[in-house]
């Protein structure tokens, strides 16, 4: 059996869809339905079954014995807005913890979801060592402080522990994020809406590594395949591109003249926002990964067109 964390979100739903395209179905998916428009995640999926992820981790107990081959941990409040440190730290940091022993006392793999967030401004690069590492916000610090954890502790262990520091991912089922969705299912509803997209002042000099999901899930898959591979990696594509560049190739997408308007920068953002993000990818490349990454204007037409087809869903 294959545990999935996060199993009805954004990447969490992608990681059992390739699962499925695998032929694996004998997958307990674990997660928090409270919105609950995240079960439309779920439709298109093949599972043996769901629990609320507070239930999980309350009994644990129960699930030691079974025949449980690796955990994928994808569940987080992923809100780089929410300012509870409490709750933050606890759904983030102690969850992680707890859930990270179970699967080690049960010599069950984990394959965790980090963030390219821990690596705030970037001013001293993109490197997954600490002295790259600078979190702006208390959700970063969540991620930051467990991969901190991991690393004391991942030499000492036989079971195969791997962080994945996901950079800026966009694709499909992400609708449920609102506020926290890619920038390219905002400017697709403001398209429809208003005919035009919405870019903070010098978005053309705000640059991130934007990766599509499928790619994500791909890297997902190359440590599942290979369970010798243990530690904390970059998930990106190693390319920077402005959030301008993906205005202007959505642009060509639709049927219309699609007009770009610029916006004041948000205050509350201000000292807060990564204006530039580019993973190395050189240990990533050393375990043996050579996928190549979908060119932007690839992947952005290919998330477009799900959009259009099905609102964004699978």
């Known amino acids: 059996m294959i545990i ?22 004998e997958i307990l998916i674990v997660d928090n339905l409270e919105n609950s428009e995240k079960h439309r ?8 079954d769901f629990i609320d ?25 992923s809100n780089t807005m929410e ?13 992680s913890k707890k859930l990270l022993h179970f699967a080690m006392d049960n010599k069950i793999r984990f394959i965790y979801a980090s963030s390219a967030s821990v690596y705030g401004t970037g001013k001293n690069g993109f490197r997954e060592v600490k002295g790259c590492e600078y979190p702006l916000n208390i959700y970063a610090f969540s991620k930051f402080l467990f991969d901190h ?13 791997v962080g994945l520091r996901y950079f800026n991912v966009y694709g499909p089922q992400e609708n ?10 905002h400017f697709h509803n ?40 243990k530690g904390i990696f970059n998930c990106g594509t190693g390319k920077a591109r402005s959030f301008l560049d993906i205005a202007k190739i959505m642009q060509r997408l639709y049927d219309k003249d699609v007009k770009i308007e610029f916006i004041p920068f948000s205050e509350q953002l201000k000292g807060k926002y990564q204006t530039f993000t580019e993973a190395d990818l050189t240990n990533l490349k050393k375990t043996g990964y050579e996928k190549s990454f979908t060119e932007l204007e ?10 259009k087809r099905s609102g964004g869903y699978l």
């Open 298 to 307: 690839i992947g952005v037409k290919d998330y477009v067109q799900t959009l």
């Open 53 to 77: 992820k507070r239930d999980f981790i309350e009994n644990l107990s129960k699930f030691q014995g079974l025949n449980i081959e690796v955990i994928f941990h994808q569940g987080a409040c």
């Open 190 to 229: 403001q398209i429809l809406k208003e005919g035009k997209v919405k870019l903070f002042e010098g978005s053309e000099n705000f640059k991130r590594d934007f990766i599509y999901v499928k790619d994500v899930v791909n890297v997902n898959m190359f440590f599942f395949e290979n369970p010798d591979k």
């Open 176 to 185: 449920h994020k609102e506020k926290m969705a890619s920038v390219v299912f």
């Open 4 to 25: 999935v964390t996060g199993g009805a979100g954004f990447i969490g739903s992608n990681i059992v869809k390739e699962l499925n395209e695998k032929g694996i179905d």
């Open 41 to 48: 995640n779920l439709n298109r999926l093949e599972f043996l």
């Open 83 to 95: 300012y509870d440190g409490r709750y933050m730290m606890e759904n983030n940091y102690a969850y």
């Open 149 to 161: 954890y991991v690393r004391r502790i991942i030499n000492n262990v036989e079971v195969q522990i």
